[in-house]
């Protein structure tokens, strides 16, 4: 579908057909470039701003050997870098974790300590986890859009899952005995 509307735009010059495409990827983009942002919706928001307007301008580049969305995903990746040359390591906690303090303390408590962990990966592992795991990317789809080779993201994927699994060893025997119980 996603085709459809970039062939109408690239042969006709349909702006509505750029306004479905914006329409129907945006709150991925923000999701992806809020996660990124640890949680600055201001800030996601003027980055998928710019994204989509280079999306507009670069649309003669779409080749089409990936997902529209994927393209996308690596245009917002590419407008957080050049945004935010340099690690920028603040915690903040994002919406997701807003809206689970009304959860029981347990889950805020496991919710905080994978974010602490996450935080303690490396940046490219964080990255790949987060385009992996939080965004659902497949392998080759990070590799894509972030401009890494593929066997790096792997590794990448591989080492921060078993970091992470390492560090919360004691949520995951807690809930053993919970289940034991």
């Not at 507009?56 to 779409?62: I, P, S, Y």
């Not at 795991?133 to 392998?139: M, V, Y």
């Not at 590799?143 to 390492?166: D, N, S």
Request: proline share 2%; charged share 30%.
């Amino acid at each position: 579908m996603d085709q459809a509307l970039v062939t109408r735009i690239r042969l006709e010059g349909d702006q509505r057909a750029f306004e479905q495409l914006v329409r129907r990827n945006q709150g991925l983009v923000r999701a992806q470039l809020r996660r990124l942002l640890h949680g600055d919706e201001a800030a996601a928001d003027d980055l998928a701003q710019e994204t989509f307007m280079l999306a507009w301008r670069k649309l003669d580049q779409f080749r089409g050997d990936a997902r529209f969305s994927t393209w996308l995903y690596r245009i917002a990746y590419s407008c957080f870098l050049q945004a935010h040359r340099g690690p920028s390591r603040h915690e903040a906690i994002d919406d997701e974790a807003m809206e689970q303090l009304q959860a029981p303390a347990q889950r805020i408590d496991l919710r905080l300590d994978l974010e602490r962990a996450m935080q303690r990966l490396s940046a490219a592992e964080q990255t790949v986890l987060l385009h992996c795991t939080q965004l659902g990317l497949s392998h080759d789809e990070a590799a894509y859009v972030l401009a890494m080779p593929l066997g790096t993201v792997k590794t990448h994927a591989t080492r921060g899952k078993a970091k992470l699994k390492t560090w919360l060893a004691a949520w995951r025997d807690a809930a053993s005995a919970e289940e034991g119980s």
